[in-house]
């Protein structure tokens, strides 16, 4: 079974400080896939980020950064000089091949979410 | 390119109703998947659906239900409400099963 753990609740920072979410994954699937998600008020799940198992190389976009190292199992997400346009509920996800269903599924298993504060 | 779209945004039903939620997926996306979240339970994967069939179903009773039409719009079912059953219904597409899904706004369903 897959299983993704956010070990963080809830997060507050102060504008402009730096913020570390992280994201602690279980998978048997040799090949799997990684995924951030971004919820605000609003609800809609909003895509950020996909990693490959097989791609360790770290990502850069903007404030965001993503830190993937399988040897700990780990997928953690920083987002530098944070705004309070940030805030909302963080979803680290994991997706491999479901070995009940066979080739072509590959639905996602959710962590619990981070909600992150960012106080002006 | 118009995102996912799911109607309607909001419902109110009582115990023991059915009900039938809709998802048009990106243009161009074939597999739909549904998710349920909750406050206790979080995000659940419900169904995904590719071309039509079903391709994978989560650990949810009979109750709940899917399909998907010719054109890739698929609407899950939900039949004999139970007040355990409110939630934000959110569906999700993508192109291919090696890609990222992306969601619809969602549907709260409010069991009375």
Redesign the interface.
Known sequence: AQKVTQAQTEISVVEKEDVTLDCVYETRDTTY?L?W?KQPP??????LI?RNSFDEQNEISGRYSWNFQKSTSSFNFTITASQVVDSAVY?C?LSGE?R??GA??????????TKLSVIP | KAGVTQTPRYLIKTRGQQVTLSCSPISGHRSVSWYQQTPGQGLQFLFEYFSETQRNKGNFPGRFSGRQFSNSRSEMNVSTLELGDSALYLCASRASSYNEQFFGPGTRLTVL
Do not use: D, I, M, P
């Open positions: 896939y995924f998600y609003s609800g809609e799940l909003v895509f996909r979803f996800a479901s009940y269903s072509g599924s590959y639905q996602l298993t959710f962590g619990k979410g």
